[in-house]
């Protein structure tokens, strides 16, 4: 059984950092193309960033862009979102994703892309 779990959220101010991660369980993580999304309550999912299988490529939200980095380690099972500059309007929860790919390069950034979340964890940035 698949299962991922975030961890790393918390309280935080206007322009601080926090660092999210993700490990997973019952998949080879090294298969799985990943992803970050976020979801404020009564607003849709919404993509946040996305890394390859192989970690070759990444790809981001204009929103987070030059802010956020996502990265994984596949020996580990895990992957991270390191997210600087931090703003109130990055306060959601945050949400990994992952999905079955061959395509060692490929990024995936709708949520219907996906087969396997986490429970989230939340980020709450004060002004």
């Known amino acids: 059984q698949v299962r991922l779990l975030e961890s790393g959220g918390g309280l935080v101010q206007a322009g601080g950092s926090l660092r999210l991660s993700c490990a997973g369980s019952?998949?080879?993580?090294?298969?799985?193309?990943l992803g970050w999304f976020r979801q404020v309550s009564g607003k849709e999912r919404e993509f946040v960033a996305a890394?390859?299988?192989?970690?070759?490529?990444?790809g981001y939200a204009d929103s987070v862009q030059g802010r956020f980095t996502i990265s994984r380690d596949n020996a580990k099972n895990t992957m991270f979102l390191q997210m600087n500059g931090l703003t109130p309007e990055d306060t959601a929860v945050y949400y990994c994703?992952?999905?079955?790919?061959?395509?060692?390069?490929?990024?995936?950034?709708?949520?219907?892309?996906?087969?396997?979340w986490g429970q989230g964890t939340q980020v709450t940035v004060s002004a």
């Open positions: 994703a992952a999905r079955a790919s061959g395509l060692s390069i490929v990024l995936f950034t709708t949520t219907r892309d996906y087969a396997y």
């Open positions: 890394i390859s299988q192989s970690g070759g490529r990444t």
């Open positions: 019952g998949l080879t993580f090294s298969n799985y193309a």
